[in-house]
């Protein structure tokens, strides 16, 4: 039987020497968004097909082109997520979450599914940071979302972004836009994609979102919703602006981000980035102030944002951001012999217990490769347990970086590992770039 050595075209594994970077920004989402008080969700990974058709809208390209969608042994239609938003509604609806105290803040790390031509950014299987606010009207509330992403980013390091804004209104003004849309592209109707006459008759603003080059390029020259906002959207978007401002957050009006999916009203937003190219766009969101409604809740004026993971992976080792180092093991224990195992099994067993990475060899091979095979792992200390050091109770542990070795003893290991790593931790600390003794606020005797 042939061996499956290809992962599905589109998706992508992530192996330990990667994944700490995955973490890291995973992390540091979490801790951010907690910050402004959100909490985070999970939400299953498939969801009933209509919840994407009424909450995504069914004229997208999300919807028509890019969906994973199957028949369930029972007959029911079910979608893989094709994005966090509408499965965090569902889940607010369902849960009573809208019967609590009002704004419900949440926040999620996902996993979503486009079949979309895989490219550097984009592939169909991704995963998402996103956060969702349920119950906020205020225009403080988008400069809040808008805030905490741009807080994240810089938590990040990540550099030269583009914050775009735009409004595009609420269903009333937007009615009005609507027909000003219909009738500029009437006139080019010949000209535009299959997709995009579907869309003239159903929703002409979405043909402001198409790929096509030739419809892309029509668009240009369309009306700008911005001349078609209502007295109370324009001094929604003219305070979300003042508060940005007031946080000293730069920004440019855009009044061409419209967003992909159907649900959005009001304020839309981008964080863009010129070092990944042509998918530059790193974060989206806004409002949707009528996606609960549109459920089957009651009318909840609501807002968030996503954000790829890979992609921003790609743009932060685009610009060198820093990312910690890959943990390392704290000890290697090195054991020859059924005893030394033993003794190494009770050892490995304590140190793990106290917090410490702690590994020793599985497949019983000999010194040379079994310190071999520390250094690889890049342990920082080791120490070599044979009959003799068993015996006497006393071993060398090794500082791998320096060589130096220091007698430790086995019945107090632990203890000893402390005061020995310690030591070590405070000889390497520095303030401001110049050497200092730690030792003596702490009481370690310097040897020198």
Known sequence: MALITKAVKGTKDVLPGEIYKTQYIESTALDVAERFGFKEIRTPVFEHTELFQRGVGDTTDVVQKEMYTFDDKGGRSITLRPEGTSGAARSFLENGLCNETLPQKVCYLTSCYRYEKPQAGRLREFHQFGVECFGAQSPLADAEIISLANTFFKELGVKDLTLEINSIGCPTCRAEYHKALKTYFEGRKDELCDTCKDRLERNPMRILDCKSPVCSGIAKDAPVVLDYL???CREHFEKVKSYLNAQNIAFKVN???????????????????????????VCGGG??????????????????????????????????????????????????????????????????????????????????????????????YTIVLGDDEVESGIAKLKNMESGEETEIALQTFVSGFYSISLEKELDDLTINGEEFDFKSLFGVENKD
């Open 230 to 232: 209502c007295d109370e």
């Open 255 to 281: 009044p061409r981000i419209v967003r992909g999916l159907d649900y959005y009203t009001k304020t839309v937003f981008e964080f863009i980035s010129e070092s990944i190219g042509a998918q530059g766009t």
């Open 287 to 380: 409002r949707y102030d009528g996606l609960i409604e549109e459920l089957g809740g009651q009318k909840t004026p609501s807002l968030g944002f996503g954000l790829g993971i890979e992609r921003l992976m790609l743009l932060m080792e685009a610009q060198d951001c820093e990312f910690p180092k890959e943990s390392m093991p704290d000890l290697f224990i090195a054991a020859l012999g059924e005893k030394a195992q033993l003794k190494a099994v009770e050892i490995a067993n304590d140190m793990r217990e106290e917090g410490f990475t702690c590994l020793y060899d599985v497949n019983g091979r000999g010194l040379r490769a079994q310190m071999k095979y520390a250094n690889k792992l890049g342990a920082k």
